[in-house]
Nanobody, 121 residues
Framework: VQLQASGGGLVQPGGSLRLSCAAS????????MAWWRQAPGKEREFVSAITWTGGSTSYADSVKGRFTISRDKNTIALQMNSLKPEDTAVYFC?????????????????WGQGTQVTVSS
């Protein structure tokens, strides 16, 4: 699966951004699509995931209620509201086939290039 992320930028605290991930290639209905992020000096962390059919979503506690993941055709979007400085990171989209591990496990099959999100006044 090929993944192309876009939509990052600079935003003030409390603002919003919408990230998009264009997916192509062999995608199964049961594939898992996810967003991860990595801040400077920190490990990559799970943000949110959605099944390709869109029937199930998951969120990290740190973004629950502020971020919304969705799928429209071959694009996975991450709507980010009420952004905080601690949301500053490079955001990556990822895809994997169904596996017997949690969506928060970083063993995804395919990763897109990152898009920088900076939350600062």
């Amino acid at each position: 699966v090929q993944l192309q992320a876009s939509g990052g930028g600079l935003v003030q605290p409390g603002g919003s951004l919408r990230l998009s991930c264009a997916a192509s290639g062999r995608i199964f209905d049961s594939s898992i699509m996810a967003w991860w992020r990595q801040a400077p000096g920190k490990e990559r962390e799970f943000v949110s995931a959605i099944t390709w059919t869109g029937g199930s979503t998951s969120y990290a506690d740190s973004v629950k209620g502020r971020f919304t993941i969705s799928r429209d055709k071959n694009t996975i979007a991450l709507q980010m509201n009420s952004l905080k400085p601690e949301d500053t990171a490079v955001y990556f989209c990822a895809a994997r086939r169904p596996k017997l591990v949690a969506v928060t496990d970083p063993r995804y099959d395919d990763w897109g290039q990152g898009t920088q999100v900076t939350v600062s006044s």
